[in-house]
């Protein structure tokens, strides 16, 4: 045991009356919401980069966290880091964690080394795992933070680049798999572009499209069973990022035929700024087929950037599970808290509270939504809606009948559209019923 979270105890389940800050007041992992436990529709995970990597640094000062693993030489602090990270997650008796390959050990002076020192690590991982109930969500490489990424991964104008970041990726995937990674997540961050005047998106895209076969079919290969996902995000660290958004993203995997194989990880924080709702990125994906997992934060409403605070937003998060719950759930998928304390939250208590109240604030989402569909009169609403579509008149137009067929029956019919309600208040009013 290190001493990191000395005088912390185990979070508990205490109830909504609880007074306990250390305490979980709606989250109650066994509880059965919806015929499931609520550990196994959430899938809770904690991303080791935002709450072991990050220094609290920020555009205009540096770090700000002081923790024991930034002495001494870099593999020590790495697995001093290993040690606190798995204590974390027993405190919090979190299921699941996610993380990248720089972020648990230091890369060295060439790939072959790099490799070593995560393998060094990801061993420590292993035997933890074997002593203690933490699984992993989903394992990713970092394509992004090192400098011969500043021009893309996949999409970089240099094919040394594209072959260094398939190492890369072959290796994590590999890592991912022997861990019992239930996903394996791509986020390209900078598979994108700074400025048109020195790109190709064509030649870049059809890179990336090569890449993510050739990292689909080595998941084949080796017998990875999970899911192979793509995070979508508009921009930042790049002007403008290829998997902008879900429709942008299913279109790209239509393009080079993957829409079978690859699904999406969506984030709040993103869905914002590509201009969308949380919900509205879900309802899409659960539409086309391509809902993978979730990446829980929320953003600061009145910033432009990415601020990957914690969920703390019932109301968005009814309207999420609503989405999840409809899909049947998120299969392989889970939550992962790509979400991280504020720069002056110092304390290792700090990191629990960000936790807890993520966890608390999911809790009562899927709870709400859960009675919001049992309930049946929002389902029944929308259903009415759309009832005209259930005639046989309105379904030969999706089958049988041609332009003119359907011209030539309005004029027979006299067919004269009536306006209806939306009823917009009255549905908002309704699922506040529930939050
Ligand atoms: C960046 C982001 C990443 C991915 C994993 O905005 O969300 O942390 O989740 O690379
Ligand atoms: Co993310």
């Not at 007041?25 to 991303?47: C, L, Q, S």
């Not at 332009?403 to 939306?422: F, M, T, Y």
Request: glycine fraction near 10%.
């Amino acid at each position: 045991m290190t001493d990191f979270f000395k005088g912390l105890s185990p979070v508990k389940f205490e109830g909504p009356n609880s007074a306990n800050p250390l305490a979980y007041r709606h989250y109650n992992k066994d509880e059965i919401v919806a015929g499931k436990r609520m550990e196994d529709h959430i899938r809770p995970a904690v991303a080791y980069w935002h709450t072991f990597a990050w220094e609290g640094g920020d555009p205009f000062g540096g770090r700000s966290f002081d923790r024991p693993w930034y002495a001494g030489s870099p593999m020590e602090g790495a697995k001093l880091k290993a040690d606190v990270a798995f204590e974390f997650f027993n405190l919090l008796d979190i299921p699941f964690f996610c993380f990248h390959d720089v972020d648990v050990a230091p890369e060295g002076d060439s790939l072959k080394e790099s490799i070593k020192n995560l393998r060094t690590i990801t061993d420590i991982f292993a035997k933890k795992m074997q002593s203690q109930r933490t699984k992993l969500l989903w394992g990713t490489a970092n394509m992004f933070s090192n400098r011969r990424f500043m021009a893309g991964a996949s999409t970089n104008p240099d094919p040394d680049v594209f072959a260094y970041a398939a190492a890369q990726v072959k290796n994590m995937l590999e890592i991912t798999h022997e861990l019992g990674g239930a996903n394996y997540v791509l986020w390209g961050g900078r598979e994108g572009y700074e400025t048109l005047l020195n790109t190709r998106m064509k030649d870049e895209l059809d890179h990336m499209g090569r890449f993510l076969n050739l990292v689909v079919e080595h998941a084949k290969k080796i017998g990875f069973k999970g899911t192979i996902l793509i995070e979508p995000k508009p921009q930042e660290p790049s002007k403008h990022q290829y998997d902008y958004d879900v429709a942008t993203v299913y279109g790209f995997l239509k393009t080079y035929g993957l829409e079978k194989e690859v699904k999406v990880n969506i984030e709040v924080g993103h869905a914002f700024l590509a201009g969308h709702s949380f919900e509205h990125e879900l309802h899409l994906a659960r539409s086309l087929g391509i809902l993978g997992s979730v990446d829980a934060n929320r953003n600061d409403l009145q910033s432009g950037w990415d601020t990957d605070q914690f969920p703390n937003n019932v109301g968005e998060m009814t309207l999420a599970f609503y989405e999840i719950l409809k899909n049947g759930g998120l299969g392989n998928g889970g939550f992962n808290f790509d979400a991280k304390v504020r720069r002056q939250s110092l304390d290792p208590a700090d990191l629990l509270h960000g936790h807890i109240g993520g966890l608390d604030t999911l809790a009562r989402g899927l709870k709400a939504a859960a009675a919001l569909i049992a309930d049946g009169t929002y389902d029944k609403a929308v259903d009415e809606r759309y009832a005209g579509w259930n005639t046989p008149a309105a379904k030969k137009m999706l089958t049988s009948e041609s332009l003119a067929d359907i011209a030539a029956r309005v004029e027979k019919d006299n067919i004269n559209p009536q306006p209806r309600s939306g009823r917009q208040e009255y549905l908002e009013n309704l699922i506040n019923r529930f939050v």
